[in-house]
């Protein structure tokens, strides 16, 4: 008697140690859920936190371990690569989610509710909605959400494999998208913001997908070493690598902001709870940029003659289109947007730089880059911590007329929310223009010196942007009904650490460049 032969699968060897950074939030998330689901309402709010807390200190200080013992490279059957790049990101994802969250936990401001809507899946104005409110419910669930967004958002950017990318696309979008519509004010607009942001984000998800399959069809691989093989030395099937090429880079550049992928973020970011539109501004940047880097730098390093010339058109729209529209802008998120949108031009500017020979004591592309991102999210953490507390009789005053005179009512809220528009502005002395010399000396060293000259002068007007709103908060008579509120202390964090690190940063760069630079290039 014979038997069917039995298919052998061979156990998967995973380095836990060196995954544990990730592990710890992904599990923390699960936990997060089954708390909402069984613990009593009234004990929620406090388990959430501490939960998402906890986990958060013990991913960062498990990073730290690993670097130190030089735990890394090639991980989870070849999925994740863990380099100097990943372990830096990785850090600064942690220190900024972490920031976030202390603003998603403000209370103070609301007279003892969040900034979260009471039932996010009632209709607004409903009596339903009426009733939550009234009995102070509490969306709890926004701590695991943002938990399950930070993992994704790490392993995005660590992925050597682009179905592995893509999962983590997904695992990281999704709960952005329900976080976005789940604002306590302005109900409607935070619905309408988290439709958009869902059925674009939809459409882009799919362009990265057909991309991974035409260059799934040249290669017959999705991992990224193995793509840059087949690839650099190929003559035939160039026009499917093309294809998969733009189609990859139509779903990253889309989560970076870069024109023409931009119309979602003014309208996400005003209608999006204010801790969440923070949190978005810079985390989903940061994860974005990280692995457009890896892809374009790793998987289609020999593709630059195709690639450069493409991202420096789109690097010079991105930053004209961001600065005028941020200029015409009255309310103070979307002003913000339009500013991201910018920035987004400004990193690009590296990467169009990105050069193969680099001279000894010189920051490569990428530490230049990764240092940008650091500095510009430690004011954006700030800045938008600052917009919660501007209020009225309402809620939140996101007008611009409304912040007038602010500099007299409240001198340090401006002073500091000035120091952070500096910053963006690149003023000397501040985080952000270091950030910006060390971009444009990359692209400068990379041969891209017209690009450099365009980015100055674009940098020129943006200087204006940034100043009329400080001539605004100083130099205007005060606004009626405009009053910064009584804050908590955890709200105060984001500001106090974002203000320190853009000053340090700006006079001492030395340290932060240091660590941008040991981080090295990308692994294949």
């Known amino acids: 008697m014979t038997y069917p032969m039995l298919l052998e699968m061979a156990a998967p060897v995973l380095e836990w140690r060196a995954l544990a950074p990730v592990l710890l939030l992904f599990g923390a998330a699960c936990l997060g859920i089954l708390v909402e689901a069984v613990l009593p309402r009234a004990y929620r709010f406090t388990a959430q936190i501490v939960l998402a807390a906890v986990s958060v200190v013990f991913a960062l200080a498990f990073l730290v371990l690993n670097v130190r013992t030089l735990h890394g490279g090639n991980v989870a059957m070849g999925s994740l690569m863990l380099d100097g790049p990943t372990y830096f990101m990785w850090a600064a994802l942690l220190v900024f989610g972490s920031l976030a969250l202390m603003v998603f936990s403000e209370r103070s401001l609301n007279g003892g509710a ?54 983590a696309l997904e695992v990281f979008s999704l709960p952005l998208y329900l976080l976005s519509g789940m604002a306590r004010r302005r109900r409607l607009l935070s619905q309408e913001a988290a439709l958009k ?32 093989d087949a690839t650099a030395g190929a003559t035939t099937t160039r026009g499917l690598v093309f294809i998969g090429l733009g189609l990859l880079a139509v779903g990253l550049l889309f989560k970076v902001g870069v024109v023409p992928f931009h119309s979602w973020t003014p309208d996400v970011y005003m209608g999006a709870p204010t801790p969440v539109t923070g949190f978005m501004a810079i985390a989903t940047k940061l994860a974005a940029v990280g692995a457009a880097m890896r892809v374009f730098y790793v998987a289609l390093d020999g593709e630059r003659w195709t690639w450069q010339p493409l991202f420096a058109v789109l690097a010079v729209l991105t930053m004209v289109i961001g600065v005028v529209g941020a200029l015409t802008q009255s309310d103070i998120k979307r002003l913000l947007a339009y500013s991201s949108i910018a920035h987004a031009g400004f990193i690009l500017t590296a990467v169009v730089g990105a050069s193969q020979l680099v001279q000894a004591g010189q920051a490569t592309s990428a530490a230049s880059i990764m240092f940008y991102l650091v ?64 971009v444009f000396t990359a692209a400068w060293r990379g041969g891209y010196w017209w690009l450099v000259v365009v980015a100055v002068i674009v940098s020129i007007v943006a200087a204006y942007l940034y100043l009329r709103v400080i001539a605004v908060m100083f130099a205007t008579e005060s606004a009626p009904g405009t009053f910064v509120g009584r804050a908590s202390g955890w709200t105060w964090v984001p500001v106090a650490i974002g203000a320190a690190a853009t000053v340090w940063m700006g006079l001492l760069p030395d340290q932060v460049m240091q660590w941008a630079s040991m981080a090295g290039g990308f692994l294949r």
């Open 114 to 167: 969040s900034a979260f809507a009471a039932s996010a899946a009632s209709v607004p104005g409903s009596r339903d909605e009426a009733e939550a409110s009234a009995a102070r419910n509490e969306h709890t669930e926004v701590y695991p959400l943002v938990l399950f967004a930070l993992t994704g958002m790490m392993v995005f950017l660590a992925s050597s494999d682009l179905l592995v990318m893509f999962v």
């Open 197 to 228: 942001y869902f059925l674009l984000g939809a459409f882009s998800s799919a362009f990265f997908l057909f991309g991974a399959a035409m260059l799934f069809v040249v290669t017959g691989s999705l991992d990224l070493s193995a793509i840059h």
């Open 375 to 438: 500095a510009y999210g430690f004011a954006t953490i700030g800045a938008f911590a600052i917009v919660t507390m501007v209020r009225n009789a309402a809620g939140e005053e996101n007008g611009l007329a409304g912040w007038a005179g602010l500099g007299r009512k409240s001198p340090w809220v401006a002073g500091l929310f000035a120091l952070f528009m500096l910053s963006f502005a690149g003023i000397p002395l501040t985080g952000g223009f270091i950030g910006k010399w060390a």
